[in-house]
């Protein structure tokens, strides 16, 4: 077999190995609150998201092709797929680690993180600084406004709902929450899924087999097969720290910031923006929190979560750069 040929099969395993984790690792974050209000059972929650996932991966390539020529030009770098495969190494190995300690950190932030750190080991002038800081600043904008909308509709709901008996109020959006759950699901894979596409055609791009970012028909079903697959196994320690330990989510709670963090994450898949929906679902959840009363957000666990966000992309660029060193 040709070599070259073998290094880029090995590429598409590890892209599509994020992938699988991120399924599990991110969709977690999807349906934690439907899980934790008792909206949906687990099993049927995960094949809903598994589902939702696939359609919305398939839909949509806008992403991808920002994540594929952003951070670097294939075309102009010599070693594309030896700083691809250093990415992939290393924003595996940080999803790992953060899912086995049951951190919602984000997937987003590692393989953007891990990609500049290997360019930048690998060629320091090819690495876009302009392309990467539009990147992150999208990944730090999008949290802050999800914590917004999260407030400002849960304060609506409040306010709409004040009259009615509590009871009565989260029956009803207790159904409700099975539609934001497919929902937020949907938005999920328009957005991650994505990500695996865009460092797969960057990969293509660099071996010479295509010279343009539009993303194969074949890398789309896989990526989107992928991680489908990784949502159907589920991630327990995550659902249990986003559904249960930041407040007590009551049906009415879920809905809204479901709806909130999903209208964000969907504005930036079609603005072609990639973004961390780890970090959007999780501020929804807070400023959710922080509108339903201040005091019920446990603001110590919030903070441990703001501290693994801040530190996901220096340190899986050093661990990028690092493994680049080791292995060429």
Do not use: C
């Amino acid at each position: 077999m040709d070599t070259s040929l073998l290094v880029l099969g090995i590429v598409v395993f590890l892209a599509l190995a994020f992938d699988f984790i991120n399924g599990f690792h991110d969709t977690a974050n999807a349906i934690a609150t439907s899980v934790s209000t008792r909206a949906l059972p687990p099993r049927l929650a995960i094949l809903l998201a598994a589902v939702m996932n696939f359609v919305g991966a398939m839909l949509f390539t806008g992403v991808a092709k920002k994540i594929g020529g952003s951070v670097a030009d294939p075309l102009k770098l010599d070693n594309g797929i030896e700083v691809v495969i250093a990415t992939l190494i290393a924003a595996i190995i940080w999803n790992l680690v953060t899912w086995w300690f049951g951190i919602p950190s984000s997937s987003s932030h590692a393989l953007i993180g891990a990609l500049a750190g290997a360019v930048f080991v690998a060629a320091p002038d090819q690495l876009n600084w302009g392309g990467f800081g539009s990147i992150v600043e999208a990944l730090v904008i999008s949290p802050l406004l999800a914590f917004v909308v999260g407030y400002v509709v849960m304060t609506i709901l409040k306010w709409i709902f004040a009259k009615h008996s509590p009871h009565t109020v989260n029956k009803g959006f207790r159904f409700l929450q099975i539609i934001t759950a497919a929902l937020q699901s949907f938005t999920h894979g328009t957005n991650d899924a994505q990500k695996a596409m865009g460092i797969i055609t960057f990969a293509l791009v660099s071996a010479g087999v295509q010279d343009h970012l539009e993303v194969p028909l074949w890398a789309k079903i896989a990526a989107a097969t992928a991680m489908a697959l990784g949502t159907s196994i589920g991630g327990w320690k995550i659902i249990k720290t986003m559904g249960t330990k930041i407040f007590k989510i009551e049906p009415i709670n879920g809905f809204a910031a479901d709806l909130s963090s999903a209208s964000i994450i969907f504005t930036a898949t079609m603005t072609h923006l990639p973004v961390s929906t780890t970090h959007v679902i999780t501020s929804s959840i807070l400023g959710v929190g922080s509108a339903k009363r201040f005091s019920a957000v446990k603001w110590s666990l919030a903070g441990r979560i703001v501290i693994a966000w801040v530190i996901t992309i220096p340190i899986a660029a050093i661990l990028a750069g690092i493994i680049y060193k080791i292995l060429f």
